[in-house]
């Protein structure tokens, strides 16, 4: 009995199983006629609905609006960019404006430790800047050849370069900085220095020659020849010259040519010739040479470079006839109408000779020389009078002056021809002094004083000197 009801269990558990199966081949069926494409797919020929086409429209203004981003985007990018260059600009003026709010300060920590006082007497001031970093050389510098210069028995010359990191700590960057860019980048890239053995101890004799003081050049080399100097530069301003120191076995430089500058280099005077010399001196200064900058006008007896201190930034030589006149003096003005204050003590000195002097590669000399070219970009202005305002001209309100270290040469060995025509002459005493040189700068008729400088001194003609009036004719 049993038995059978568990047979009967089995077949009717059987029986549903297989009604399920047959149910869902069933439902397949219909679901197979119903959707032949698929349950889920949409039929391919099926009319675009009102929702279809609003799902496009805004697909398209997805895109616009991407594109739109993308070019707001540009637009910001620019206008970062640009404002970021405004910042720099500022940032830039900010730090110039702040260089010289403790300049000095600054100045005597980078040059040493600072230091007590120490007794009553003991005390000395800071009197030599140090000289600005040589540049390093030029890869793939030129070599000499009939435009970049001409040096007479050198071998193995080199240019040299580098930023001009140096003189970013400049107080005053002028405008005369810009006005002889062109001449600069030139130099820069054409300007063949001499080697150490012919730029002894990094000093060169430089002088600025047109052809309208060829004769006097002449004159001028001679007497560096005859002394024995060997490291002096002639700076052509026109392919006359260059040709002359060559075919004389003159070291010389011929700079490219500039519209702005060769006008004044071919056609002008002593005094604007004169103007060149604070641009091109700069260049010098920069490549760690120091220079004695000499106008052609001088006659040489001694190597000038035995007898400088080189414990200045400026060493030059005066327009002074004795000692007030050359080394300064009390000056006592007087106003009677002041009655018990009528007298006002003032301090005189005669202006230091831009046409021979001493520079040394400082930043103080370099600031002298922007000063210099700048107001004479700007003003017409006498060359040695704005160098000696520059020098000579203390800090007051509206004004920076400028912290150059100056000396004045003695002026009976750099000897001006005042000196020599109404004193030296005539003293019996001080014509047996041999002058390192005479500068014919206070006459006009320099050609024929200069030869008879050379006559009197190197040839020993006493007389040579004495058709010549005190002052001109």
């Not at 009939?146 to 107080?171: I, M, N, Q, V, Y």
């Not at 054409?190 to 047109?210: C, G, R, S, W, Y």
Request: charged share 25%; glycine share 6%; aromatic share 10%.
């Amino acid at each position: 009995m049993a038995g059978r009801r568990e047979k009967n269990a089995q077949s009717f558990r059987r029986s549903r199983i297989a009604v399920a199966i047959a149910m869902g081949v069933l439902l397949g069926c219909v679901f197979a006629f119903l959707y032949p494409h698929g349950f889920f797919n949409p039929a391919p020929n099926r009319p675009l609905s009102n929702s279809d086409l609003q799902i496009g429209s805004l697909s398209c203004e997805s895109v616009e609006k991407i594109n739109m981003l993308k070019s707001d985007i540009v637009s910001i990018t620019e206008k970062n960019a640009e404002l970021q260059k405004q910042v720099r600009e500022i940032t830039k003026k900010l730090r110039l404006a702040e260089q010289g709010k403790d300049h000095a300060q600054k100045q005597f920590m980078v040059l040493g430790e600072q230091h007590k006082a120490g007794p009553f007497g003991t005390v000395k001031g800071l009197r030599t800047s140090p000289v600005m970093s040589e540049r390093k050389k030029l890869k793939g510098a030129p070599t000499i050849n009939g435009d970049s210069g001409h040096f007479p028995a050198t071998s193995g010359l080199r240019s040299k370069h580098e930023s001009c990191s140096p003189l970013r700590d400049l107080r005053f960057q002028p405008i005369g900085i810009l006005i002889g860019l062109r001449l600069g980048l030139r130099f820069f890239q054409k300007f063949i220095i001499l080697q150490e053995d012919v730029a002894l101890q990094k000093e060169l004799i430089v002088a600025l020659a047109n052809s309208n003081v060829r004769a006097m050049l002449e004159v001028w080399f001679t007497s560096i020849k005859k002394v024995g100097i060997h490291n002096y530069l002639v700076v052509a301003l026109d392919d006359g010259i260059a040709d002359f120191c060559k075919s004389n076995d003159v070291p010389f430089y011929k700079r490219d040519p500039d519209d702005g500058i060769d006008t004044v280099a071919r056609t002008g005077g002593n005094h604007a010739v004169s103007g060149l010399k604070f641009r091109i001196l700069r260049e010098f200064l920069q490549l760690g040479y120091s220079v004695l900058l000499s106008d052609v006008d001088i006659v040489y007896l001694q190597n000038p470079f035995d007898h400088l201190y080189r414990d200045s930034d400026v060493e030059s030589m005066t327009d002074g006839h004795n000692n007030m006149t050359a080394y300064g003096y009390n000056d006592v003005f007087d106003e009677p109408a002041m009655g018990w204050a009528r007298y006002a003590h003032t301090m005189r000195i005669w202006v230091y000779n831009s046409g021979f002097f001493y520079i040394r590669p400082t930043i103080p000399s370099i600031e002298l020389l922007d000063r210099v070219a700048d107001r004479l970009s700007r003003q017409s202005a006498w060359d040695q009078a704005v160098f000696n305002e520059e020098l000579y001209f203390p800090s007051h309100p509206g004004y920076v002056g400028l912290h150059a270290a100056k000396r004045t040469m003695d002026f009976y060995l750099f000897m001006n021809s005042k000196v020599l025509f109404k004193t030296v002459r005539k003293d019996a005493n001080l014509r047996k002094l041999k002058p390192v040189i005479v500068h014919v700068n206070y006459h006009p008729n320099k050609l024929p004083r200069m030869k008879a400088v050379v006559e009197f001194y190197v040839n020993g003609k006493k007389d040579a000197l004495e058709p010549f009036p005190d002052g001109s004719e």
